[in-house]
């Protein structure tokens, strides 16, 4: 069993930037590729970005791509969302989820943070 909560949401300008984090409990985190999505108010949930359980992958949607950065510390149970150049198209409730197959179904849900960038 693995629980991840989400901190770091908050209100931005566009152009700033926020730094998600997303603690996770158990000690098996390694064992889980991590990935963040998000959903806006009216909207599907989308893929954000993804990481490996090493680290060592990632991948990006193309909409945040060069502008937002997934990393993960193995040692601290820790996957991180940097996030730069907001845009107001950005504004969403921001999760992370963990899979044990990077291309697999998700196993565990965060209840998500909020972030919200103004024009």
């Known amino acids: 069993q693995v629980q991840l909560v989400e901190s770091g949401g908050g209100l931005v300008q566009a152009g700033g930037s926020l730094r998600l984090s997303c603690a996770a409990s158990g000690r098996t985190f390694s064992s889980y590729a991590m990935s963040w999505l998000r959903q806006a108010p009216g909207k599907e949930r989308e893929f954000v970005a993804l990481?490996?359980?090493?680290?060592?992958?990632?991948y990006y949607a193309d909409s945040v791509k060069g502008r937002f950065t997934i990393s993960r510390d193995n040692a601290k149970n820790m996957v991180y969302l940097q996030m730069n150049s907001l845009k107001p198209e950005d504004t969403a409730l921001y999760y992370c989820?963990?899979?044990?197959?990077?291309?697999?179904?998700?196993?565990?849900w965060g209840q998500g943070t909020q972030v919200t960038v103004s024009s």
């Open positions: 990481i490996s359980k090493s680290g060592g992958t990632t």
């Open positions: 989820a963990a899979r044990t197959v990077i291309s697999g179904d998700y196993n565990y």
